[in-house]
């Protein structure tokens, strides 16, 4: 398996939709592991395959804390199928825009179909932190950020700062 780069925004290939997969072969597979170690070194609770440049509907997720046993999930073309009326707001980070945190509201349960890595079709029901990182995780896949949910001024504030700590080559963790 292999750490992946992660890209940072702002980067016009955080905003681009990403195409479906046609079946899930050895490497579609090798992806997914490569992703999920990834998003354990960040570490994170999910993670798209656009933000490590590949522009394919694949996601990865897991919601469990660090003292429980891990419950990775693949998934491949997800779908939502249903949603909640019920809304509930959540802090929300990405390891594409690092170190920034807001809430975000959406819908408090989800119902998703998806492929997963055998190449079966499989459907779930998911609420809490798996519903808020299933979502989040498909939206980078139509090239939309948790910004784009919050205030256009918050969002140019959290822009800006992003831009300028790329222009001075810094990490954000790094101050
Ligand atoms: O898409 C991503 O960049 C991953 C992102 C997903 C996410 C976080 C919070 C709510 C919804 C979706 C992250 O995992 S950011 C890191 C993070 O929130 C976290 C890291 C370690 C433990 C718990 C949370
Ligand atoms: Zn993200």
Redesign the pocket.
Known sequence: MALLDIIVAPDPRLKRKSVAVATVDAATARLMDDMLETMYDA??????AP?VGVLKRIIVVDPAREDEPRRPLKMVNPEILWSSDETKP?E?????LPQEYEMVTRPDRVRVKYIDENNAPQELEADGLLA??IQ??MD?LNGVLFVDHISTLKRGIILRRLTKQKKLGKHPADE
């Open positions: 570490p994170g609770v999910g993670l798209a933000q959540h929300e980070g990405c390891l594409s808020v990182a989040h995780e980078h």
